[in-house]
């Protein structure tokens, strides 16, 4: 029997459906979320990360920021704060969006800097379980790649 697998990079959905504009009224606390959890990253704020983080979070860094593809629970943050600190490059966030996605999660839109150079546009998507960062998976790309790629839906769309 062939058993089929999908490819290592490809996360996995965070709905049946794909994620949505959330306009429900709990967004503030969702925005506050993904604001914290960028500035504990800037931080490098392992405590803090793990304060937002559900105990069986799932986390996938974009390539530069991260040594490995995935990092599991909070023993995982902490390795990751650990392997960012280590790095001879100081990379920041600098957001310039916070969209909540439903069922439950949060979309951020940034820029990715090395001190003051912008090196390239940035992204997470982000799943929430008892409010908490339960999955999160960061691309190195705009906006308008993940529309193309499927993982997010058109904000101007009338669908969105």
Not at 3 to 30: C, F, Q, Y
Not at 103 to 122: K, Q, W
């Amino acid at each position: 029997m062939t058993e089929h697998a999908a490819p290592a990079n490809a996360p996995p959905p965070l709905t049946d459906d794909g994620p949505r504009l959330d306009l429900s009224p709990d967004n503030d606390a969702v925005v506050s979320l993904a604001h914290a959890f960028v500035k504990a990253f800037n931080d490098r704020d392992a405590d803090g990360l793990v304060a937002l983080a559900h105990s069986r979070i799932v986390f996938r860094p974009t390539a530069l920021v991260g040594r490995r593809r995935t990092y599991h629970g909070h023993a995982g943050l902490r390795r990751w704060v650990t392997e960012l600190e280590a790095m001879p490059v100081d990379f920041r966030l600098h957001i310039r969006e916070i969209r909540p996605q439903r069922p439950s999660g949060f979309l951020v839109l940034s820029t990715l800097h090395v001190g003051e150079d912008l090196i390239t546009d940035s992204a997470m998507i982000a799943a929430l379980c008892e409010g908490r960062v339960i999955e999160a998976h960061s691309y190195l790309s705009d906006e308008g790649m993940l529309v193309r790629l499927g993982l997010i839906v058109d904000a101007t769309s009338p669908l969105a």
